[in-house]
């Protein structure tokens, strides 16, 4: 599929496509909140996070080119994003993450190692991100050991929304390298 989509107003018009069906989906409740989050196909798993004020469907593009590759995929809608419901606490990036925990514990996925930053790493980058600069990619890539940093051409930071193929393919090289 060859979308490009620069200026994100397909995005706009019409969000991205619909994710397919799920195998699984539902809520986790967690630390005040209830995370929803989708299974998708099957195979060594993949857990998709969006961007802040956004939501698992706007994976819509990468979900089933992740699961025609042999992958389970799992989206989640953050805390306080989507479906899932939030508390009065601040966000912030911790209780985020233990989130996820929270659906890998629910979901039997035993193994995610990023805490340690012990599994292999890609770094990726729009070359015209807006809300990421260069130097912090640089930064996180030369600070995690054998990280990869990939720098996406022609693409902000909505690679998956503005060019999803090439974005799908930077993802698939490091899972087939990654196992």
Do not use: C
Request: no cysteine; hydrophobic share 45%; charged share 20%.
């Amino acid at each position: 599929m060859q979308i490009a989509d620069d200026d994100l107003v397909l995005f706009e018009r019409q969000g991205a496509p619909a994710l397919p069906a799920a195998r699984a989906d539902g809520f986790v409740e967690h630390d005040g909140a209830r995370i929803w989050h989708a299974v998708h196909g099957e195979g060594p798993a993949v857990i998709l996070l969006h961007g802040g004020l956004g939501n698992a469907g706007n994976w819509g593009y990468q979900v089933p080119a992740l699961v025609a590759a042999g992958r389970t995929v799992i989206v989640i809608d953050s805390r306080g994003h989507g479906r899932s419901t939030r508390d009065t606490q601040p966000f912030g990036y911790g209780r985020m993450a233990e989130d996820v925990l929270a659906v890998m514990d629910h979901l039997g996925l035993v193994k995610a190692d990023l805490a340690g930053i012990r599994v292999p790493v890609t770094v990726a980058i729009g070359e015209g991100d807006e809300f990421i600069r260069q130097e912090h990619a640089v930064y996180l890539a030369q600070s995690i050991p054998g990280a990869n940093l990939v720098n996406l051409p022609e693409v902000s930071h909505f690679a998956p929304l503005q060019r999803p193929a090439l974005f799908n393919r930077a993802v698939l090289r490091f899972l087939d390298r990654n196992g």
